[in-house]
Structures are given as C-alpha cells and as structure tokens.
C-alpha cells in the first residue's frame, strides 16, 4: 500500500498533565530530503557494529547509516523485478542479508526480496495481481525469519473472496522457494487484513494481528477495509488458527498495529490505533494492551490528547519491564510523542515533535540497543512543513 495519509491535526489540547522525562536527549542523526520524497515511514534497526538500516518508500531505497552519521544506499527499489515502495520493516540473517517486502514487481501485486551486505538484490517471491482475487496480494508491514530457516509474512489482501478484495493470508517461504499459505482469512470471526512482522515463541507457534474483521458490530473507524476492528491471533505448528483477543472498539480498542512484542514469559504487548475511550469521554485515541500466557486481555494504557493520538507499530521494552514506543499524532503540538509505559501503567513523554528539526509524525515503531538508546523515524507533516523530509533519530538516557 501506499504510504499512510495523515490523518486531519487536532488543533485543541486537553487539561492533562503528562509527565517528562528527565536527562533524556534527543539527537537528529541524519535528514532525508522530501525533493526526492525521501521518507521512512518503516521501523529502523540498529546492527551489532552499530548500523543504523532502514527504507525510504516514495524514493524506494534502502538505506544504511554509519555509527558516524553517514548514510549510503544499499539498493533501489523504485520499479522493476525488485518492486517499487518497499512497506514495512527490514529483517537481518546472521550473514548480514536484509529481508523485506515491496510493491509491484514482476506479478504488479508485491515481491519478498533479499538484499546482500554488497547490494545485490534477489526476487524470493512475486505475488500476482490481475482480477483473480484469490491470489494472495500486497505483502504488507515485514517479514520474520523463523526458527526453522523459513521466512514468515503477511499479505494484505487475496485469497478469499468473502471480502471484497480478498480477507488476506499469513505465508510460509522455505530455503528452496516453495510458497505455503498456512491460513487464508474469511474476514468473519478469523478476521481480514492481516500485517507483518510476525513473531513466534520457541515451540514455533505464530502470532500477529489482523487489522479489521472480527467483530462486525463494532463501530466504524478510520479503517481499512471491510468491516470489524481487528484482533489479535496465535497460529500453531499444525497452522490451525486461534483468535486471542477480538476487538469491539471500546475501552479495550481498535485496529491492532503490527509488531506485536513477545516477551520471555509468554505474554504479548502491543497498540491499537484507535478505540480505548477514556472514562464516559468520546476520545478514541489508542491503547496499549498486554495477552498473558494463558489468554488474559488487560488494556494497560488508554491515551489522553496530551501524551499522543495513534500509537503506531510496535512496542519494544528494557529489562526492568518498561514499553517504549510511538504516537502518529498528539502531544503538545498535535504532531507525536515518544513515549514510555512503566509496569504500575505510568506513562511519560520521552519527546513531543516539533515538526522543526527534530521532525513530525513517526508512522513506526522503535528500536532499544543494549545501552538503552531508541531509535526511529519521523516522516515530518507536509500540511506542516513543505521543506523537509522525515528523520532518523536517536534518544539516550
């Protein structure tokens, strides 16, 4: 898909106190440049040697930066066999290839691609488009590469007809580059639209979200597709297919973000993009929420105005238990927040975006090094500032 649309800014502010955090700095490290529609609106991560990677999606590159600051395009992925618009997030095998997902391609419906640490890039899957809609399309959010050795991934729509364009499946790719769909949505109680990265425990269960179906009766968001406000799934070694938690589009929330974080006990973190009303107030602006290991659902944090509106992609945490992660919109200028969730479920800003050098609007998750710094991207807000592209940046504690 195309990159998201900025939503419209709310221009009015609530009567919250948000906490600040202390001794926190946040560094630009590198600014892309919107003449060349430079922008990356994936999540970035950050190599053993210190190495910064990530893509940009309207320029089609991908892209590295050096513990320095520099960067360098490892490859173009602007047309041709490697697709065009690489979506989501990259992935890393122990040889330093890169894995992720595209647009296009030679099938015109997305491709599943490798990148060498040389540049040198390699088709491992061509979805087809045309009018049959039973063929799965439109690789979305990442890939994950599984205890097994095979590639793990989601594509948007295709498949099953009892969507309009198809509900959308999850895909296994093995070494030889043969294809298995181990489940194919029907858009009803199983859900539609589902998006990568997965994750996966040591047994070799899988677990991701659909971002629509589900619950038909939920109210109607800014969504997606079809109807339902998504949920939360498990599939298992035998690919049968658990739904873990359905959303209704109340307190509990609305549109589940990919990324989905497993940690060491079983128990999944993750956000909704909307849903999650606070108290008897009509504001919807997302929720962090927590599945323990045997099927619990506990909303964790519903957001105020103040301290962010559309957490967006993943969550990562420190080993004290804390959640870091994003929010598209809100804060004190309406344009996101960097945030962090302790374990008794206090919330502190890390950073309110200023849409000025620091940039606007991160559309991704972050990434957590082992010394405690974040890294993610902003995109910068066009109806903002028309000058500058998005960012890659850096807080340290």
């Not at 491992?124 to 959010?141: C, M, S, V, Y």
């Not at 004290?320 to 800003?349: I, R």
């Not at 000025?356 to 090094?369: H, I, K, M, Q, V």
Request: net charge negative; hydrophobic share 40%.
């Amino acid at each position: 898909m195309k990159a998201l649309t900025l939503i419209a800014i709310f221009l009015f502010a609530f009567a919250v106190i948000v906490p600040l955090a202390q001794a926190q700095t946040f560094t630009p490290l590198f600014q892309f440049d919107t003449l060349d529609q430079a922008f990356s609106e994936g999540s970035i991560f950050r190599d053993a040697a210190g190495n910064l990677y990530g893509t940009t999606t309207e320029a089609g590159s991908v892209f590295k930066i050096d513990r320095n600051g520099n960067e360098s395009i490892l490859g173009l992925i602007n047309g041709g066999e490697l697709g065009i618009f690489p979506t989501g997030s990259l992935t890393q095998d122990a040889a330093g290839n890169l894995y992720g997902v595209a647009e296009g391609g030679a099938g015109g419906a997305g491709v599943l691609y490798k990148l060498s640490p040389k540049g040198k890039g390699t088709v491992l899957f061509a979805f087809q488009g045309g009018l049959d809609n039973t063929d799965p399309k439109e690789p979305a959010g990442g890939v994950l590469l599984g205890n097994n050795g095979n590639i793990f991934g989601a594509a948007l729509v295709g498949n099953n007809l009892a969507c309009k364009l198809g509900c959308g499946s999850i895909f296994s790719l093995d070494a030889t580059g043969n294809m298995q769909f181990l489940h194919e949505f029907a858009g009803g109680a199983d859900g539609s639209n589902p998006a990568g990265p997965l994750v996966q425990d040591a047994a070799g269960n899988l677990y991701g979200v659909a971002k629509s179906g589900g619950d038909h009766s939920c109210p109607a968001f800014f969504l997606f597709r079809g109807k339902g406000c998504g949920l939360v799934f498990k599939i298992d070694t035998h690919n049968v297919l658990t739904v873990l938690h359905t959303f209704t589009g109340g307190k509990d929330g609305a549109v589940p973000q990919e990324g989905l974080l497993l940690d060491a006990a079983g128990n999944l973190f993750g956000t909704t993009f909307k849903g999650g009303k606070l108290k008897d107030t009509k504001l919807n602006n997302g929720t962090v929420y927590k599945i323990s290991r045997d099927g619990t659902y506990t909303v964790l944090h519903r957001f105020a105005l103040a301290e962010g509106q559309n957490p967006n992609g993943g969550l990562v945490s420190d080993p004290d238990g804390n959640l870091y992660g994003t929010t598209q919109l809100g804060g004190d200028q309406a344009l996101g927040t960097v945030f962090k969730l302790s374990p008794d479920g206090t919330l502190t800003v890390l950073h309110n975006f200023q849409g000025l050098e620091d940039g606007a609007s991160p559309l991704a998750g972050l990434f957590r090094d082992s010394n405690g710094h974040l890294y993610g991207t902003t995109v910068k807000n066009s109806l903002i500032q028309l000058t500058q592209g998005g960012n890659v940046f850096e807080i340290t504690p």
